[in-house]
Nanobody, 125 residues
Framework: QVQLVESGGGLVQAGDSLRLSCTAS????????MGWFRQTPGKAREFVSA????????YYSDSVKGRFTVSRDNAKNTLYLQMSTLKPDDTAVYYC??????????????????WGQGTQVTVSS
């Protein structure tokens, strides 16, 4: 079964760190770039970060640059998002997505063809 499963969310305090994981199955994980998005109620899904299939190239939104780090372990079919210095504004459901080859707009939700179910991150002040 082709799927993505996120984990690692939770309730933390401002300034804390958290690491999200996204485990892929049912397809060749190392052939696809991957991305992280987040969503709060009533708002569109927002780009957070993306990484190329090899891990060589990484991209971040301005709101998380310098605080979040995306990485991947292709041997484990797993994508990570290390989040540091968390703020209450980071509270959201976080989703990982698969970006098919040849789609250049890594920051656009519509470019992704497969999503996980999401994991809730709540940052208290």
């Amino acid at each position: 079964q082709v799927q993505l499963v996120e984990s690692g969310g939770g309730l933390v305090q401002a300034g804390d760190s958290l690491r999200l994981s996204c485990t892929a199955s049912g397809y060749s994980f190392d052939e696809f770039a991957m991305g992280w998005f987040r969503q709060t109620p009533g708002k569109a899904r927002e780009f957070v970060s993306a990484i190329s299939w090899s891990g060589t190239n990484t991209y971040y939104s301005d709101s998380v640059k310098g605080r979040f780090t995306v990485s991947r372990d292709n041997a484990k079919n797993t994508l990570y998002l290390q989040m540091s210095t968390l703020k209450p504004d980071d509270t959201a459901v976080y989703y990982c997505g698969r970006l098919p080859y040849g789609r250049p707009w890594y920051d656009r939700e519509s470019e992704y063809d497969l999503w996980g179910q999401g994991t809730q991150v709540t940052v208290s002040s």
